[in-house]
């Protein structure tokens, strides 16, 4: 699940990119008003694909893919949440876009990603003390278990 999601973020976050400088995938996003985005929605798009990533980093975290400690655990929880809302909060507002583009298929997608982050904020996770840190700390619970 986490991977799925993850993967969803970053491509969306490229198609933010990819708006953000320039390309005319504008009938897609932000209302669907313009074709090439103006400057200052340009700069929204950055802004956006930026969360999109620490969106990918949350998700993946709060899976255990990443290396972390105890507090960024619970900061992964919470913020796997957040993303929860965020995604049921982003369906809303295509749903309500202007844009066929956004109302079928970017509402779609977050509604997707959505579900995957309930998954992903559902499922238990090793935490840091319980997971091995280091090869040296992995032998020593290969030993104890035996071969």
Same mark, same amino acid.
Do not use: H, Y
């Given at each position: ?16 990119? +990819?708006?953000?400088?320039?390309? !005319?995938?504008? +009938? +897609?996003? *932000? ?7 103006? !400057?200052?929605?340009? %700069?929204?798009?950055? /802004? ?13 975290? #709060? ?14 929880? /919470? %913020?796997? *949440? /957040? ?16 844009? !066929? *583009? ?17 998954? /992903?904020? #559902?499922? !238990?996770?090793?935490?840091? +003390? ?5 090869? #040296? ?11």
């Amino acid at each position: 699940m986490a991977l799925a999601a993850s993967t969803g973020f970053s491509g969306v976050a490229l198609f933010q990119i +990819a708006l953000a400088f320039g390309a !005319p995938l504008g +009938a +897609a996003a *932000w209302g669907g008003t313009e074709t090439v985005l103006s !400057p200052e929605r340009r %700069g929204s798009s950055g /802004v956006a694909a930026l969360i999109l990533l620490l969106a990918a980093l949350t998700v993946c975290g #709060r899976a255990g893919m990443l290396k972390t400690t105890r507090g960024w655990m619970r900061l992964f929880r /919470v %913020g796997a *949440w /957040v993303l929860v809302v965020q995604m049921a909060l982003n369906t809303l507002a295509n749903l309500a876009s202007p844009s !066929p *583009w956004e109302r079928n298929v970017m509402s779609a997608l977050t509604l997707m990603l959505g579900a995957l982050c309930v998954g /992903v904020a #559902r499922s !238990p996770v090793a935490s840091p +003390a319980t997971r091995p840190s280091d090869g #040296r700390e992995w032998r020593r619970v290969r030993r104890a278990r035996g071969p």
